[in-house]
T-cell receptor
C-alpha cells in the first residue's frame, strides 16, 4: 500500500500524559499537513510542512502541541499534558506540491485519540 | 470569510435516487473545490474536484456543479447505491497561492451524512 499511513490508529491516554503520533506520507510528496477532526465536524487545519520546514501553524495548535518533519520524510505530532478536549481524530495528508494534481491532498486513516 | 457552509446535515435517499449536497463559500480567492468521502473510522478520500473555470465536472455517477457568481457548488450522486452511504465533505482552498510558492490548506464544510436505503 503506497498511501499515507498513520500510527497508532487508536490511542487511549489519561489526562496529563504526553502522546506522539506518526505520519508517513506518500513517497515523494513534499507537502504534509496535519488536521484535527472532532465528532460530527469536518477536518480543521493544524499545521503544514514543505519538506522539513514547518511553514504554518493554526491558532488551534496551542503550546502543548509540537510537530516535526525531520529530513522531510515522516512527521510526528506530539501533544504534551493532554486534556479531555484533545480527544479527536488526528489526520495527516500529503500532496505532491508540483505538477498536475500537485495540490490534491491525500489523507491517511487517522489516529483516534481518547483522553480519559 | 474562511468558512464553507454545507447542507443538508443528513440525507436519506432511496436506492437508485439522486443525492444532492450543497456548499457555499465567501472567500473569492478560493479556486479549488474538492469533495471528500469518509466512511466510519477511515480518513477522507478524495472523490472529485472542480476549478472555477468550468461549471460542471462529471466522473462516473458523481457530478459537481459550480456557480461562481453565487459562490455555490454542489455534489450530485446519480443512481445512489447503499455502498455510497458515508459522510461527504466539501472543501475549498486557494491553489494560486500554491503556484506562487504558497500552500493550500483545505477549509472543510461540516459534512453531510448520507444514507442510501435499499
Amino acid at each position: 500500500d503506497t498511501g499515507v499511513s498513520q500510527d497508532p490508529r487508536h490511542k487511549i491516554t489519561k489526562r496529563g500524559q504526553n502522546v506522539t503520533f506518526r505520519c508517513d506520507p506518500i513517497s515523494e510528496h513534499n507537502r504534509l499537513y496535519w488536521y484535527r477532526q472532532t465528532l460530527g465536524q469536518g477536518p480543521e487545519f493544524l499545521t503544514y510542512f514543505q519538506n522539513e520546514a514547518q511553514l504554518e501553524k493554526s491558532r488551534l495548535l496551542s503550546d502543548r502541541f509540537s510537530a516535526e518533519r525531520p529530513k522531510g520524510s515522516f512527521s510526528t505530532l506530539e501533544i504534551q499534558r493532554t486534556e479531555q478536549g484533545d480527544s479527536a481524530m488526528y489526520l495527516c495528508a500529503s500532496s505532491p506540491g508540483a505538477g498536475t494534481g500537485g495540490h490534491e491532498q491525500y489523507f491517511g486513516p487517522g489516529t483516534r485519540l481518547t483522553v480519559t | 470569510q474562511q468558512q464553507v457552509k454545507q447542507s443538508p446535515q443528513s440525507l436519506i435517499v432511496q436506492k437508485g435516487g439522486i443525492s444532492i449536497i450543497n456548499c457555499a463559500y465567501e472567500n473569492t480567492a478560493f479556486d479549488y473545490f474538492p469533495w471528500y468521502q469518509q466512511f466510519p473510522g477511515k480518513g477522507p478520500a478524495l472523490l472529485i474536484a472542480i476549478r472555477p473555470d468550468v461549471s460542471e465536472k462529471k466522473e462516473g455517477r458523481f457530478t459537481i456543479s459550480f456557480n461562481k457568481s453565487a459562490k455555490q457548488f454542489s455534489l450530485h450522486i446519480m443512481d445512489s447505491q447503499p455502498g455510497d452511504s458515508a459522510t461527504y465533505f466539501c472543501a475549498a482552498t486557494a491553489i494560486l497561492t500554491l503556484l506562487s510558492g504558497g500552500y493550500n490548506k483545505l477549509i472543510f464544510g461540516a459534512g453531510t451524512r448520507l444514507a442510501v436505503h435499499p
